[in-house]
């Protein structure tokens, strides 16, 4: 399990959002963490500032943006008082943030300027209605750029997470020490220990999805005719069981014996098989990196990763590796 320290939560209406508050309280307490709410406000430009001057009747022409602004942070904060009150009630420190800008670029700075473990934002219920996706701009920026983890709460659906999953690359090509003996993955490391945290059950069980190809299969059979069909199965069950070893090794080194690990290795592209794995086994939380483990310097998510989430319909915890850089400056 990992330590948690201090949690966002990227708000945008106290209504829609209360079942994710009470969760984020509840794991908050859980993890003796204390929670910042950001809310960001547009920002006000010379041009919608003139329009107000003009229009609205409760603004005087000798009003200040300065003032304005300080008018609409008072009136936001307001809103929050029931979650303060919330808070309070479990002891759960509780910090209210009213920002102006683009939210997810707030929200990123705040996370790089105040050592933020989690950031938690929801869903929105019309990018669910109007496109097939669930992430709409927005959560896209916060996947891409953000350093922390980005838990991303689908609309709509229940909490606590009933079923999770965790999604881990491996390489058999590297990974090696000096006694030629695998070493488990950082971020493999860090998913596993991230989906342990949120298992909510007397009996945690964790599933661990990792989608395998044998690669060489096709020029086997291309350059070798002679083999038969349980030859080509042989072959692809050993490439299989490498996996499969590779995968037991990551459960085995995060050393949670109270947790019951189930690997589900389909084969295929990982793009086109993990949505559907997903989709068949009800997952409720996705817990995956969304950067390659030997990313390359200004890659801010990996073509693999954009592509599943493209696809999935559930909420998705999303990791970087430790050593990514955000984009977006403090």
């Known amino acids: 399990m990992t330590v948690l320290n201090h949690l966002l939560l990227l708000s945008q209406s106290v209504k829609n959002e209360q079942e994710l508050f009470k969760w984020t309280l509840k794991f908050a307490k859980q993890n003796n963490a204390k929670i910042t709410v950001l809310r960001a406000l547009p920002e006000i430009d010379h041009g919608l500032f003139h329009w107000l001057t003009e229009v609205v009747a409760d603004v005087s022409s000798d009003t200040t943006p300065e003032a304005l602004m300080t008018k609409q942070r008072q009136a936001t904060l307001s809103e929050f008082t029931t979650w303060q009150d919330q808070a309070k009630a479990v002891d759960v420190a509780l910090a209210v943030q009213i920002e102006f800008g683009k939210p997810f670029y707030r929200a990123i700075q705040y996370v790089l300027n105040h050592s933020v473990d989690w950031l938690i934002k929801q869903t929105d219920e ?45 390489n058999l090509d590297d990974g090696f020490g000096d006694d030629n003996i695998r070493e488990p993955d950082e971020l493999n490391q860090r ?15 964790l599933e661990v999805l990792h989608a395998w190809q044998a690669e060489a299969e096709n020029l086997v059979r291309h350059w070798n005719t002679d083999f038969s069909e349980e030859d080509m199965f042989q072959f692809t069950e050993t490439i299989r069981h490498q996996h499969l070893k590779a995968i037991e090794l990551e459960i085995e080194a995060l050393n949670a014996p109270k947790i019951k690990f189930e690997p589900v290795l389909p084969k295929g592209k990982p793009e086109e ?32 990763s954009e592509s599943i989430l493209e696809q999935v319909n559930c909420s998705v915890l999303a990791l970087k590796p430790s050593s990514f850089v955000s984009p977006v400056k403090a």
């Open 191 to 205: 998913i596993l220990a991230e989906a342990t945290n949120v298992l909510d059950s007397e009996e945690p069980y």
């Open 126 to 170: 019309a990018t669910h209605t109007l496109t097939k996706h669930i992430f709409d701009s927005q959560d896209l920026h916060l996947l891409r750029k953000c350093p922390c983890p980005v838990l991303l709460h689908k609309h709509g659906t229940n909490l606590p997470f009933q079923k999770v999953m965790a999604c881990l690359d491996v």
């Open 273 to 304: 098989v993990i949505p559907h794995i997903v989709e068949l086994h009800k997952v409720d939380l996705l817990v995956m990196g969304t950067l390659g483990r030997h990313g390359l310097p200004g890659i801010i998510i990996g073509n693999t």
